[in-house]
Structures are given as structure tokens and as C-alpha cells.
């Protein structure tokens, strides 16, 4: 089962969130992609407490497409060090889990 994964990306607006999902989409990376929106993020960055609003994307793929994502999702985001975690899924309803493989499939796989 732990041939899927889920991703999280956060995003600095609505725009972004939205053309990096597609883009992933598009290209066989995810099958699927939410936007949550928006979200309150505060975290500590370069020494300083920051209050954003943020847009998170929920990615649902192959766990072996994770590297190909993260590469993927640097090239497309405009933050320095963007959050792009990975969380192995455990159960799923079957036939949602086939769409998934199926949705991720590429020519090399």
C-alpha cells in the first residue's frame, strides 16, 4: 500500500498554488491536487516570526514520484526553500488507489 503518497505544498497565493498543481497534473506527477485556501502559516524565518497567508496543496501520487515532484516544485515556486513534505498513504478505497497509479503512469514506468 505504500506505493501511494500524499504531498503537501504551501504556496504564496492562489495563482501560484493553482499553476503548480495543474503544472504537476498535466505532466503525469499527481493525479490529483487540492488547494486548501487560504491558510494560516506562522513559522520562524532568518531569525524573525512570520504571520502569512498561505494556500496549501495536496498532492496524491506514486511515493516513487517524490523526487521528480520536489525537483519539479523548485523550479515552479518562488520561495527560496519551499515546504514540500511526503506522507506514505496507508488504506485507501482500492479502485480510488488504482486511479491514482493509473493517473501517474508514464511511458518509462
Known amino acids: 500500500m505504500n506505493e501511494i503518497s500524499i504531498v503537501f505544498v504551501t504556496a504564496a497565493s492562489q495563482d501560484e498554488a493553482t499553476r503548480i498543481a495543474q503544472t504537476l497534473v498535466e505532466e503525469r506527477f499527481a493525479a490529483c491536487a487540492n488547494i486548501v485556501a487560504p491558510i494560516r502559516s506562522i513559522y520562524r524565518w532568518k531569525g524573525k516570526i512570520c504571520d502569512e497567508q498561505e494556500f496549501l496543496i495536496i498532492f496524491k501520487t506514486r511515493t516513487s514520484k517524490f523526487e521528480s515532484i520536489q525537483k519539479r516544485v523548485k523550479e515552479l ?33
Open 77 to 109: 515556486h518562488s520561495y527560496e526553500v519551499p515546504e514540500i513534505v511526503s506522507f506514505p498513504l496507508q488504506r485507501g478505497l482500492p479502485q480510488y488507489l488504482d486511479w491514482v497509479m493509473e493517473q501517474t503512469e508514464t511511458e518509462t514506468q
